[in-house]
């Protein structure tokens, strides 16, 4: 019977120590599982090309939908342009046509409609003006922006050259890496 008791004590005491033992191993799966999990969370090479790839991707579409809204204000702004030119002109029609009529009845109205005509013809003449104005400023901002955009090409084809360096660079390292793991 006593050593009944001593079998029944040792199988106690050896039944802690698994359950001290299976808890340690879970602890330890646990602290493994959480730097797994860290592991996973960091991106690698190729994740990191793929992201690369992936936000050019999305700069290369903003910027294709922002020359596009662009294109689109300055068509609008062309076309409001246009339409207060051709309101302007109507106006002078209409205004041109009740001075006719006006001035061919008498010869001081004929006078009238000489200095009206040449008060017009240098409002035309001042309105001209500003539009070979304006029209020399946009001739000169795409004259600057082509050369900022031969100056982006340039960079931007020196940055590719250097990303294909770069990955050149990384896949020998990677061979040198497992020739040496």
Do not use: W
């Given at each position: 019977?006593?050593?009944?008791?001593?079998?029944?004590?040792?199988?106690?005491k050896?039944?802690?120590?698994?359950?001290?033992?299976?808890?340690?191993?879970?602890?330890?799966?646990?602290?493994?599982?959480?730097?797994?999990?860290?592991?996973?969370?960091?991106p690698?090479?190729?994740?990191?090309?793929q992201?690369?790839?992936?936000?050019?991707?999305?700069?290369?579409?903003?910027?294709?939908?922002?020359?596009?809204?662009?294109?689109?204000?300055?068509?609008?702004?062309?076309?409001?342009?246009?339409?207060?030119?051709?309101?302007k002109?109507?106006?002078?029609?209409?205004?041109?046509?009740?001075?006719?009529?006006?001035?061919?009845?008498?010869?001081?109205?004929?006078?009238?409609?000489?200095?009206?005509?040449?008060?017009?013809?240098?409002?035309?003449?001042?309105?001209?003006?500003?539009?070979?104005?304006?029209?020399?400023?946009?001739?000169?901002?795409v004259?600057?922006?082509?050369?900022?955009?031969?100056?982006a090409?340039q960079?931007?084809?020196?940055?590719?050259?250097?990303?294909?360096?770069?990955?050149?660079?990384?896949?020998?390292?990677?061979?040198?890496?497992?020739?040496l793991?």
């Amino acid at each position: 019977e006593e050593h009944m008791r001593d079998i029944q004590a040792t199988f106690i005491k050896e039944e802690r120590k698994h359950t001290s033992a299976r808890g340690a191993v879970a602890k330890r799966t646990r602290a493994v599982q959480l730097l797994a999990r860290k592991l996973d969370d960091i991106p690698t090479r190729a994740e990191l090309v793929q992201y690369e790839r992936r936000f050019a991707e999305l700069y290369g579409a903003v910027q294709s939908k922002l020359s596009e809204t662009r294109r689109h204000f300055d068509a609008f702004n062309v076309l409001a342009d246009t339409r207060r030119f051709l309101a302007k002109e109507i106006s002078l029609l209409n205004s041109l046509q009740e001075q006719v009529t006006e001035a061919v009845a008498s010869p001081e109205g004929r006078a009238s409609l000489v200095s009206s005509l040449r008060g017009i013809s240098e409002g035309v003449s001042a309105t001209l003006d500003r539009a070979n104005g304006k029209l020399a400023a946009e001739q000169a901002g795409v004259v600057t922006l082509q050369t900022l955009f031969g100056a982006a090409q340039q960079r931007q084809r020196q940055y590719l050259t250097l990303v294909k360096q770069f990955q050149e660079a990384c896949a020998r390292e990677d061979d040198l890496r497992r020739q040496l793991g």
